[in-house]
């Protein structure tokens, strides 16, 4: 058997720091730019196979 003390003392948690992390919608917007560039590569690779 384990014995485990468990504290229920309050803890200050650290307010998080909003300047070092892009918005959600920026990391949106440059995935959909990465997405829209590789679709538009394959694109003109198959064309010039064809």
Same mark, same amino acid.
């Given at each position: 058997? +384990?014995? /485990? =003390?468990?504290? *229920?003392?309050?803890?200050? #948690?650290?307010?998080? #720091? $909003?300047? =070092? $992390?892009?918005?959600?919608?920026?990391?949106?917007?440059?995935? /959909?730019?990465?997405? +829209?560039? @590789?679709? /538009?590569? @394959?694109? @003109?690779?198959?064309?010039? @196979? *064809?």
């Amino acid at each position: 058997m +384990i014995d /485990a =003390k468990i504290s *229920f003392a309050q803890i200050e #948690v650290a307010p998080a #720091v $909003r300047g =070092k $992390r892009l918005p959600p919608l920026v990391g949106l917007g440059l995935g /959909a730019m990465v997405s +829209i560039g @590789l679709w /538009a590569g @394959l694109a @003109l690779t198959v064309s010039h @196979l *064809f």
